[in-house]
C-alpha cells in the first residue's frame, strides 16, 4: 500500500493540472474560431505606393486634392481617408508606409497637435535614417515647421489651384517617378 501523503499529494497535482487546463480553456474559447487544421491565413499582400501622405484631420480635402492630382501625373499615393471597409487604417497605413519611397506631411495650424500626426512625423523620419525614405514637408498654410522637417526643403500648397501649386505637384509627381525608378533620392 502507498504512503497516504504521496496519495493526497498526487491527487492534488491532478485536479491542480485539471483545473488549470480547464481556466486555459475557458480564457481562450471565445477568441479563437477556426476550423480545426487550418492555419491561419496571412494577409493579403497590398500593392505599394509611391507617396505615402500624412495630414491632420484639418487637411483632409488639401490632402485629398493632393493625392488625386499626384494620380493623375502618374504616382500611386496612399491616403488613410482611401482605406476600404473592412480594413484596420493604422495597418494600412503602417504598411503602405513601409513601401513607400516618399512621405510628404501636410503642415497647417494645427497639425503637430494630432497625436497620429506625431506618431507618422517620427514613422517617416524613421524612415528616413533607416531606408532612405525621402522625406518632403508641405505647408498648407503659413506655418513655422518643427526642427526636422524645417531642415528639408519643403513644397508650398497653400494656394490649391494656383500656379505654384502645379508646380509643387508636379515637382512631387516627378520625385516620385524618379524614386520608382530608383535613379535617386
Do not use: C, K, N
Amino acid at each position: 500500500m502507498e504512503d497516504p501523503v504521496t496519495l493526497v499529494l498526487t491527487a492534488v497535482g491532478t485536479i491542480a493540472g485539471v483545473a488549470s487546463a480547464y481556466l486555459a480553456h475557458v480564457a481562450v474559447r471565445g477568441r479563437i474560431r477556426r476550423p480545426r487544421g487550418e492555419a491561419p491565413r496571412p494577409p493579403e499582400p497590398r500593392e505599394s505606393h509611391d507617396v505615402f501622405v500624412s495630414y491632420a484631420a484639418a487637411e483632409a480635402d488639401v490632402a485629398e486634392r493632393l493625392a488625386r492630382d499626384l494620380e493623375e501625373a502618374g504616382a500611386s499615393v496612399f491616403l488613410v481617408r482611401w482605406v476600404e471597409p473592412g480594413l484596420r487604417p493604422l495597418l494600412e497605413a503602417e504598411r503602405a508606409l513601409a513601401g513607400a519611397a516618399l512621405g510628404v506631411l501636410l503642415f497647417g495650424p494645427g497639425t503637430m497637435a494630432d497625436a497620429r500626426i506625431q506618431d507618422e512625423y517620427a514613422a517617416l523620419l524613421t524612415g528616413v535614417y533607416e531606408r532612405g525614405l525621402r522625406f518632403v514637408p508641405a505647408r498648407t498654410e503659413d506655418v513655422t515647421l518643427p526642427g526636422f522637417a524645417a531642415i528639408r526643403q519643403p513644397v508650398d500648397l497653400t494656394e490649391p489651384g494656383g500656379p505654384r501649386y502645379a508646380a509643387e505637384v508636379a515637382r512631387l509627381a516627378e520625385i516620385a517617378t524618379r524614386l520608382r525608378g530608383g535613379t535617386g533620392a
